[in-house]
């Protein structure tokens, strides 16, 4: 069965204090791995595309990572603007269309 | 920055009443799709729609629903005799490929009394 796994499920930092959000997953047909952040009642909103094992991708303050079973999402000195919950999410391949599969989240709080 | 845009933002029904969900897909997007999120829990996907068809649909997708794009503008969900259940956040996104980013819009959430 296809899983995608977010860890920790909420994260409290203070400002400055760097870390890194976690998703694993088993998924068949594996197209792509995406990050989005969500804020409460937004839709989810587009941070990072990941298509291959060893790829990175970096925007501001966030990095992301992908290898052969998870992705990893740096934050490097967070400010309290970036508290949200971030969504993994991964593209399945379908027949005629792909499809994304989400974690849970992981939500952020970031204290001044 | 174009933008997927959703209305209404906020739709309350009563059971057993159908509801249209509307979306405006970014214009040079291809590829669309609702999803939905139960409050405290995951998104899950619905359905994807290209070429003026399904592509594909969850187990969720039954009979109850469905989609078209009426005007080659609009792209809209309908729920033809809505539960308690499907009280969630509905979210459509678009894709200018299969396997290009999805770009989510702000939702519609749909309450049912």
Known sequence: EDQVTQSPEALRLQEGESSSLNCSYTVSGLRGLFWYRQDPGKGPEFLFTLYSAGEEKEKERLKATLTKKESFLHITAPKPEDSATYLCAVLKSGDNTDKLIFGTGTRLQVFP | ?113
């Not at chain 2, 969720?60 to 005799?81: A, H, Y």
């Open chain 2, 1 to 113: 920055e174009p933008e997927v845009t959703q209305t209404p933002s906020h739709q309350v029904t009563q059971m057993g009443q159908e509801v249209i969900l509307r979306c405006v897909p970014i214009s040079n997007h291809l590829y669309f799709y609702w999803y939905r999120q139960i409050l405290g829990q995951k998104v899950e996907f619905l359905v994807s729609f290209y070429n003026n068809e399904i592509s594909e649909k969850s187990e969720i997708f039954d009979d109850q629903f469905s989609v078209e794009r009426p005007d080659g503008s609009n792209f809209t969900l309908k729920i033809r005799s809505t539960k308690l259940e499907d009280s969630a956040m509905y979210f459509c996104a678009t894709s200018y490929d299969r396997s290009y980013e999805q770009y989510f819009g702000p939702g519609t959430r749909l309450t049912v009394t």
